[in-house]
């Protein structure tokens, strides 16, 4: 079920007053609604892939219990090892085998033997990237005694199947998310009212900012070899606001989704495209991933200790493996890598923490040096999303010369103003509200009644006014 | 916590939570009935000055401009026969018994429209924009199995159809035709001759536009409609490059539908004089002047 569609529409107020009417007083009866909800809510896409998750939950449960109920670390260490085994299976599996089996294939006959081995036709279950994530972390944080196991199945149910982050997260931890489906929630008129809020500014984002630049970048992206040099910066740029109109909107709807339940999520995003520099970036961006990888992945592997060689290994590693984290093509990993490259300078010269506040805090506008960062930042991630976008390396690598050609500097084919408009609007208020969790989360206190309700409706105006045609979140692929 | 104490938090939270939905529902509803009543009280507006002009004008670009208070002039550019036709099934009570002059020219016999609807890199944009002229004055689109295929996404629900009832009933014919004349530039005429004839397979091949005027003149006839098929002056070096099969079938149509034309050509005799028109075929504010000139006198 999409966010930006009727049966979610039709959905979300039954679910919500089932919620809060009929199991208000039993928090058992709450969570089991929930699961129920959410295994409808994903159902509703294949449910055939319910097993998937099904099984997953009973394997990371039980596992969890065991490693509660064992001493010995060895022991400890095979559960986990069972958990990590079965989990990343299920996802190298669906996502992977394919990509891995061309590549070794290729890889054979470039040394001369030939192998046989026809690919799968397989479908990727959406969200199994997230999902898989979320329950690792469960099973890791129990191992590492920094969270205690749960015995209530309904409960862990809930939490790895928990419907409005379920299929392109936040990616949530067990130690957030789980204890707030032991607690008895409240109804908080506030929350809900916030909640309402921050999914109307998430539809937007969708419809209005990522539907209608991704017409756009993709018909730019699959024509790039007959557009000039300025049209394929438009298309990147496009590209670079599609994205993150998509996955950042869908983070609000999930947001506010769970506030209307009484849970609180983590931030995902907090305004990525005004960092000054890559360390930044990646610190504003997909923030639940990229903490997911430093606590599970980079820390173990040592973070920032050790000598430069292990320093610079472990960036790689980090980069590269968020990278095809996103999908099963060279194209992620060279932005991986790429984005390795832009990171370590600042990183190796211990400039990687000197921008921890917003950019401009308490003033209107950036200083000049502020400005000129946030532009080159933003440059850079641009040029990086062109790999993410490409189909693979070779495009990217046409479409890049393509841009770098005579043609820079020649008036674009496609440049249409309604939408670099809209864009130019909306940046403006993402700067506006940038202290904030969203950019227009301040609208509700800062603004009175008539005004608060002039903002909703021209928000809602401009979804059905302005709105793109309907595409699918780009996350869901992942 | 005694459970006074848990039964009162219970309780606010329920009259919070009811009225967060209250105050929820009315933040939709309330818009909502705004935008249906504005746009009913437009749509029984619409039939009123319907029920009152006692010539409808059913036209296309040639005859968007004009303008005579006799006439309700309800012209879509492109020669969209499944719109007129729909919209003659929305508002026949409106229709019944009235005169109704159908824009229909060489050119609408042309495949080229149908073309454009079967493949939309032709003239993008136009198939939606049709489309979405056969809901003109309606709140919520409706599916027209018949025209629209079935894999077309198509919302519901299109919030510009009220915005677009306005701009059609009270702004759109405030606009002016230009003065602009085309002169001696055959170069574009035969550019559109091209546009409209080339296409191997143009003789009276357009199902679509056929089947929709025989329809759209039954509809009529069976309600005691006068359908008199406008034909709009044309320049003369476009008439000589239209093939003779096309002029005979236009005529074969109205004898077999038994519905007269009025031929603008013959009547007015412009055709070679070009400083009327601003294209090939479209009369600019200096010929649509004679053209409404000669129908204040035509009964």
Not at chain 1, 377 to 397: P, Q
């Amino acid at each position: 079920m999409l966010f930006n569609s009727i049966d979610f529409a039709i959905f979300l107020p039954i679910i919500f007053i089932l919620y809060w009417f009929i199991n208000n007083k039993n928090l058992k009866l709450q969570n089991s609604l929930i699961v129920v909800a959410s295994y409808i809510f994903y159902g509703w896409w294949d449910w055939r892939f319910l097993s998937l998750i099904l099984f997953s939950t009973i394997i990371d449960y039980s596992i969890g219990i065991n490693l509660k109920k064992q001493d010995n670390q060895l022991k400890r260490k095979i559960l986990l090892y069972i958990s990590v085994i079965i989990n990343l299976g299920f996802l190298g599996f669906f996502k992977y085998y394919n990509f891995f089996l061309d590549n070794f294939i290729t890889a054979f006959s470039f040394f001369g033997s030939e192998i046989k081995a026809s690919s799968l036709n397989i479908i990727l279950p959406v969200g199994i990237s997230f999902y898989t994530f979320q329950t690792l972390s469960y099973t890791i944080d129990v191992y590492r005694r920094k969270l205690n196991p749960t015995k209530d199945f309904i409960a862990f149910a809930a939490f790895v199947s928990f419907f409005p982050q379920l299929v392109a997260g936040p990616i949530e931890r067990a130690t957030n998310l789980l204890p707030q489906f032991y607690k008895k929630r409240e109804f908080n008129y506030s929350n809900a009212v916030d909640g309402m809020q921050q999914i109307l500014w998430g539809l937007f984002k969708k419809i209005v900012i990522a539907d209608n630049c991704a017409h756009y970048a993709n018909l730019i992206f699959n024509n790039s070899l007959d557009y000039s040099g300025s049209t394929l910066i438009i298309g990147a740029i496009f590209f670079t606001f599609q994205i993150y109109g998509d996955f950042s909107g869908y983070s609000d709807i999930a947001i506010g989704t769970s506030r209307l339940f009484g849970f609180n999520l983590m931030q995902n995003f907090n305004f990525p495209y005004f960092s000054r520099d890559i360390a930044e970036f990646w610190r504003r961006w997909h923030i639940s991933l990229s903490t997911w990888f430093r606590d599970y992945l980079y820390i173990p592997l040592g973070g920032s200790r050790g000598s430069i060689w292990n320093k610079i290994r472990n960036v790689f590693i980090i980069f590269i493996v968020s990278g095809f984290w996103h999908g099963a093509n060279w194209t992620f990993i060279v932005w991986g890598a790429l984005n390795a490259f832009y990171f370590l300078p600042i990183f190796l010269t211990n400039n990687n923490r000197n921008n921890i506040e917003i950019v401009a805090q308490g003033k209107k506008l950036p200083s000049l040096k502020e400005f000129i960062s946030i532009v080159l930042t933003f440059g850079l991630t641009v040029f990086a999303w062109i790999f993410f976008r490409a189909n693979n390396i070779e495009h990217a690598l046409n479409y890049i010369k393509g841009i770098f050609s005579n043609s820079l500097f020649s008036i674009p084919e496609i440049a249409p103003i309604n939408i670099i408009i809209i864009l130019l609007i909306f940046v403006i208020a993402e700067w506006l509200g940038r202290n904030r969790q969203y950019a227009i989360e301040e609208v509700k206190t800062k603004f009175k009644r008539p005004l608060r309700y002039t903002i909703y409706y021209a928000i809602i105006i401009a979804i059905f006014w302005l709105g793109g045609k309907e595409q699918q979140f780009i996350y869901f692929q992942f | 916590m005694a459970w006074w104490k848990r039964t009162t938090i219970y309780l606010f939270s329920i009259l919070r939570m009811k009225n967060f939905i209250i105050k929820s529902i009315l933040f939709f509803i309330i818009p909502i009935i705004i935008y249906t009543g504005i746009f009913y009280f437009l749509r029984l507006n619409f039939k009123n000055e319907l029920s009152q002009y006692p010539i409808i004008l059913l036209g296309d670009s040639q005859t968007e401009f004009i303008s005579d208070e006799r006439i309700l002039n309800k012209s879509i550019g492109g020669s969209p026969f499944f719109v007129h036709s729909q919209f003659s099934e929305d508002f026949i009570e409106q229709l019944r018994g009235k005169k109704v002059f159908i824009a229909c020219n060489y050119h609408n016999l042309s495949k080229l429209y149908q073309n454009r609807l079967e493949n939309d890199q032709l003239y993008p944009g136009w198939k939606s924009s049709m489309y979405s002229h056969l809901d003109d004055y309606q709140i919520l689109n409706r599916k027209h199995i018949n025209i629209i295929p079935k894999n077309l996404d198509r919302s519901l629900f299109n919030i510009k159809n009220l915005p677009n009832f306005i701009y059609e009933r009270h702004l759109k014919f405030k606009s002016k035709n230009s003065l602009k004349s085309i002169n001696n530039d055959t170069l574009s005429i035969s550019k559109a001759i091209q546009r409209h004839w080339n296409h191997p397979d143009y003789i009276l091949n357009d199902s679509i536009q056929i089947t929709y005027l025989k329809k759209l003149i039954t509809e009529l006839n069976k309600n005691n409609c006068e359908v008199v098929l406008l034909k709009m002056p044309l320049t003369n070096y476009y008439i000589n490059n239209v093939p003779n099969d096309i002029k005979s079938k236009l005529n074969e149509l109205s004898n077999n539908q038994n519905v007269r034309i009025l031929d603008l050509n013959k009547e007015l005799s412009i055709s070679k004089e070009y400083k009327y028109f601003k294209d090939y075929g479209h009369l600019n504010k200096l010929g649509d002047s004679l053209v409404m000139e000669y129908l204040k006198k035509y009964e």
